[in-house]
C-alpha cells in the first residue's frame, strides 16, 4: 500500500474512532438544573432538591467516568489535530495510561465495585488537595467532606501510613497558614498513594488473567515514560531519526491502538444494543486495516 493512502486512511480511522467516543460520551445521562435554582444555593441530586453546597463535591465522584472521558478525547482529538507536530509524542505516555490502564479500572466488568470506589475516591482526594487555584479553599472543603464520607471504608483498605498522609493532609490544609514545605511533602505522597492503588488493582488483575498487558506493551510505556521526563538519549535519537512519515505513523499507530482498547471497554460498559452494532462494525472495518498498517509499518 501507498505510505501516502496509509496515512489518509489512518486519519479517516482515528476519525471514525472521535466520532463513536463522542456517540459513547453522550450516552450518559445529562442533568439539567434551572438556574433559578441555583442561584438560589440549590440543586438536584438524585431527584432531590438539596443545598448545593452539601453535593458540590460529588459530582465528579458519582460520575468519575464522564470527566474521564471527556478529557480523554480532547487529548485525542488535541493529538490529532497536531499530529504533525513531534513534540505531541511527549503525549503518547498519557494517553497510553488512560486509554489501556485507567479505562480497565473505570470501564470494565471485571472491576469490583470496592476497587473503583478506592481508585476513584483516592485519586479524586488527591486532585481536591493539589489544585492551584484562586478556588483552592472550596477544593480543600470537598477534600474534607469527601474524606469524610469515606474514611471508615479506605481505613479498611489502606494501610496505616497512608491513612497518615491523608489526615496530615487534612491537617495542613484546613491551617489559616499553610504551611508551604509540608504541603508540597504531602501532595507528593498523595499521588504516590494513587500510583500504589492503581498499580495493586492492576497487577492483581493480571495475575488473575482477567487483564492482559504484553511485554510489548510494558516495554512501550516504560521507552515512553522515560520520553517524557528527559531522556536525553532517547528525545535525541527520536528527534534525529525521525521523518514526518516516521512520526505519523507513531501517532496514528498510538491513536489506533489506545483509541481501540478504550472503544471497546465503553462499548461493554454502556450495554446499548445500537451503540455496540456501531462499535462492532467499525471494530470489523478496522481489522483489515490494522494488518495492512502493520505491514507498511514493518516495510519501513
Wanted: zero cysteines.
Amino acid at each position: 500500500m501507498n505510505k501516502n493512502k496509509t496515512l489518509i486512511e489512518a486519519k479517516g480511522q482515528v476519525a471514525k474512532l472521535l466520532r463513536l467516543f463522542e456517540k459513547g460520551y453522550d450516552l450518559f445521562p445529562t442533568k439539567k438544573v434551572p438556574a433559578e435554582l441555583i442561584i438560589k444555593g440549590y440543586t438536584y441530586y438524585k431527584n432531590i432538591i438539596v443545598p448545593l453546597e452539601t453535593v458540590s463535591h460529588k459530582y465528579l465522584y458519582d460520575e468519575y467516568e464522564i470527566p474521564f472521558l471527556n478529557a480523554f478525547i480532547a487529548l485525542f482529538r488535541r493529538i490529532v489535530e497536531e499530529s504533525p507536530s513531534f513534540s505531541n509524542e511527549l503525549a503518547f505516555r498519557t494517553l497510553l495510561e488512560m486509554g489501556t490502564e485507567d479505562s480497565y479500572i473505570l470501564f470494565d466488568k471485571n472491576i469490583s465495585i470496592d476497587e473503583k470506589r478506592l481508585y476513584t475516591t483516592i485519586a479524586l482526594l488527591a486532585d481536591y488537595s493539589s489544585i492551584e487555584t484562586s478556588m483552592k479553599k472550596l477544593f480543600f472543603g470537598w477534600f474534607n467532606k469527601l474524606y469524610k464520607e469515606n474514611a471508615v471504608f479506605l481505613k479498611g483498605k489502606l494501610n496505616e501510613k497512608q491513612i497518615e498522609t491523608i489526615e496530615r493532609m487534612g491537617e495542613v490544609i484546613n491551617k489559616d497558614v499553610l504551611d508551604e514545605v509540608a504541603y508540597t511533602q504531602l501532595i507528593k505522597k498523595m499521588r504516590q498513594i494513587v500510583n500504589d492503588v492503581k498499580s495493586d488493582i492492576l497487577n492483581n488483575h493480571e495475575q488473575r488473567k482477567l487483564l492482559v498487558r504484553t511485554n510489548s506493551f510494558k516495554r512501550m510505556k516504560s521507552g515512553e515514560s522515560h520520553t517524557l521526563h528527559g531522556n536525553v538519549f532517547l528525545i535525541a535519537f527520536r528527534m534525529k531519526q525521525q521523518s514526518l512519515d516516521n512520526h505519523l505513523f507513531r501517532v496514528y499507530a498510538y491513536l489506533n491502538v489506545v483509541g481501540n482498547e478504550l472503544l471497546g471497554r465503553l462499548s461493554k460498559y454502556h450495554k446499548n444494543k445500537g451503540f455496540e452494532e456501531k462499535v462492532e462494525k467499525y471494530m470489523e472495518e478496522n481489522e483489515k486495516f490494522r494488518s495492512s498498517f502493520k505491514t507498511e509499518w514493518e516495510e519501513r
